[in-house]
């Protein structure tokens, strides 16, 4: 079993910056990407951003641009930096881990539990 754990939550001002972090722990796939997504409150959870097994990065168009996802396969652990915070970015945060597949954009295997963002006024 994977277990996933986020950090790094918090409440910024609009326009800030926030940095997210995740650690994947146990057995899990001989490759893998790693991403994150977020649920804001009465909206269905969206991906937000991933990174393959190789290195390559894929956003969604909200946050292209202003955010930036980054790996340490030592640490099995998955970054992800939000520049230029705006109140439509609040939401809680999940960090995901799966096999490196399109799929893993809409179908990830574990996820962690969530970590709160909140861009105020």
């Known amino acids: 079993q994977v277990q996933v754990v986020e950090s790094g939550g918090g409440l910024v001002q609009a326009g800030g910056s926030l940095r997210l972090s995740c650690v994947a722990s146990?057995?899990?796939?001989?490759?893998?990407?790693m991403g994150w997504f977020r649920q804001a409150p009465g909206k269905e959870r969206e991906f937000v951003a991933v990174?393959?097994?190789?290195?390559?990065?894929y956003y969604s168009d909200s946050v292209n641009g202003r955010f930036t996802i980054s790996r340490n396969y030592a640490k099995n652990a998955v970054y992800l930096q939000m520049n230029s915070l705006k109140l439509e970015d609040t939401a809680v945060y999940y960090c995901?881990?799966?096999?490196?597949?399109?799929?893993?954009?809409?179908?990830?295997?574990?996820w962690g539990q969530g970590t709160q963002v909140t861009v105020s006024s």
């Open positions: 995901a881990q799966g096999q490196d597949r399109p799929q893993f954009r809409s179908d990830p295997t574990y």
């Open positions: 146990g057995r899990t796939f001989s490759t893998y990407a």
């Open positions: 990174i393959s097994w190789g290195g390559g990065t």
